[in-house]
């Protein structure tokens, strides 16, 4: 089951829980039918427990909490329908659920504030790192270059003669040129302009052109016929964060695939948007792991973050990002946005997540 379908059910399986334990607060009340409640009682304690099974391990011990509760007044009614003093020994069987499960949202919360700390120090590594790379752009290009317009400059001043400095100032405008188009690649980089002025679609357009142009490999946008319909319902965080998942696609496909080929698609359905990269490069010997997947962002060979952002990065959207590849039959990076409803996966943890994200400098 993936993780919408199992997250939705998991929702329908909890309201179900709820109304059965309305229904036998509303017995109590209103009919004071023991044995009525008690089955009510019971039967939400168990469609609780099976709540839990569906739902993320930060609503799991909370179900199993409540469903622990229900069995326990369920046992409670019990005791005073039959007449039996054995009958209160069951009251372990709840108690044992409530203890375990208390125990494990402890150990989750210390794992979670785990988490927390090795995303904190992940981000202060990866801030760290790019700003010693804009240092290294800016110096060994940028200061290097200006350097040399101003020795230039100088030097025809110098020997006060006008077809030297004719000379002069027509290499330093070529200087000039090149730093003005080398700038302009770095702020794109950071920020494509066509993003926030155009939108999602103009900025992936310019992101193939410039792949062709710069590596002389095919690359192409295609956009589905109803995706003009739908791609107002993504707001400007969700067409940088999926700008970025793609941009990240494109890179690792011409630096470490070799393609000839690179295909950006965007369409849509009934149920989702998605956006998909496919390229006809070398492959990956050996597809990532979810566990790799789910750990803590490391640079990868190309300088940016690699598959690990991506997931982060989907993980903001509630979306599903999948990533088939084999040797020799390339790599195709598929990206599922649902249209309708939220995930139910721990909201707290994508808060920091996000947090962390925001004040990180984009890492490519």
Request: hydrophobic share 45%; glycine share 8%; aromatic share 4%.
């Amino acid at each position: 089951m993936t993780i919408v379908p199992r997250a939705r059910a998991g929702a329908v399986v909890e309201t179900a829980g709820t109304l059965l334990l309305l229904a036998a607060l509303a017995f109590e009340v209103a009919y004071h039918s023991l044995r009525t409640e008690c089955a009510l009682s019971l039967a939400a304690g168990v469609v609780f427990l099976a709540a839990a099974a569906l739902n993320t391990e930060a609503r799991r011990f909370w179900l199993a909490i409540i469903s622990g509760i229900s069995l326990l007044i369920a046992v409670t009614l019990l005791v005073h329908i039959v007449d039996n003093p054995l009958v209160n020994s069951l009251h372990l069987v709840p108690l044992t659920l409530i203890s375990c499960a208390a125990a494990l949202g402890h150990r989750s919360a210390l794992r979670r504030h785990g988490l927390e700390r090795e995303w904190s120090q992940a981000r202060r590594d990866g801030e760290e790192r790019e700003r010693r790379r804009w240092a290294r752009e800016l110096h060994d290009d940028t200061l290097q270059e200006l350097g040399a317009v101003q020795i230039v400059l100088a030097s025809a001043t110098a020997g006060n003669r006008p077809g030297a400095m004719e000379a002069a100032i027509g290499q330093a405008r070529g200087l000039i040129s090149n730093q003005i188009t080398s700038l302009r690649h770095l702020i794109t980089e950071l920020r494509p302009a066509a993003l926030d002025q155009l939108g999602l679609r103009p900025a992936l357009e310019a992101l193939c052109r410039s792949t062709s142009a710069t590596f002389g490999i095919d690359a192409e946008l295609r956009v589905g016929a109803h995706w003009g319909r739908f791609d107002a319902e993504l707001g400007p965080e969700a067409q940088a964060h999926v700008y970025r998942i793609v941009q990240e696609a494109v890179t690792n496909a011409v630096k470490h695939a070799n393609p000839t080929r690179i295909r950006v698609e965007l369409g849509s359905d009934d149920h989702t948007l998605f956006t998909k990269v496919t390229d006809d490069g070398s492959g990956m010997t050996h597809p990532p792991a979810a566990a790799a997947i789910c750990s803590p962002p490391r640079e990868t060979a190309s300088g940016g973050m690699g598959l690990a952002a991506m997931h982060e990065r989907a993980d903001l959207l509630n979306a599903h990002l999948t990533v088939h590849s084999a040797p020799q039959e390339g790599t195709s990076v598929t990206l599922r946005i649902p249209r309708h409803g939220k995930d139910t996966r721990d909201g707290r943890a994508r808060d920091v997540i996000r947090g962390l994200l925001r004040r990180r400098t984009e890492a490519d």
